[in-house]
C-alpha cells in the first residue's frame, strides 16, 4: 500500500526558511514523478513544484520560482521542498503526490494518484 507522509511544516517570519520532507513507502520511489501542491484556507488545492523519478526535471509555479528548490533522495525515498524567502502568501496546507502514470513533470492535480495528508506551513508578516 502507497503511504506518503510529510513533515516539516510550522509557524515561520515573513522572510524565512523551511524545508519540508516527504517519506514514501510502498512504492518503487525512483520510477516515479513526485510533486508538491499548497492549499489556502478557501482556494483551490494549486500545482508547487514537482520532479521526475530520476530528479533530472524539475518543474515550479512561476510562484515560487526562484525561492522554492524541489529534490529527493531516492535512497531514503523522500523528497524535498526547500523554501526560502517564504512570503505570508504561501501560507497553506502543502501536499506532496505521487504521479504513477505520467512520464513528465506533471503541474496538474489530476495528473496524480497517491496523496500526503499534508503540514500546515504558516507565514506571520
Known amino acids: 500500500q502507497v503511504q506518503l507522509v510529510e513533515s516539516g511544516g510550522g509557524l515561520v517570519q515573513a522572510g524565512g526558511s523551511l524545508r519540508l520532507s516527504c517519506a514514501a513507502s510502498g512504492v518503487t520511489f525512483s520510477m516515479y514523478t513526485m510533486g508538491w ?44 521542498l526547500q523554501m526560502n524567502s517564504l512570503k505570508p502568501e504561501d501560507t497553506a496546507a502543502y501536499y506532496c503526490a505521487a504521479d504513477f502514470r505520467s512520464n513528465r513533470v506533471a503541474d496538474t492535480r489530476s495528473d496524480y494518484d497517491y496523496w500526503g495528508q499534508g503540514t500546515q506551513v504558516t507565514v506571520s508578516s
Open 37 to 80: 501542491f499548497r492549499q489556502a484556507p478557501g482556494k483551490e488545492r494549486e500545482f508547487v513544484a514537482a520532479i521526475s523519478g530520476r530528479g533530472r526535471s524539475t518543474n515550479y509555479a512561476d510562484s515560487v520560482k526562484g525561492r522554492f528548490t524541489v529534490s529527493r533522495d531516492n535512497a531514503k525515498n523522500t523528497v524535498f
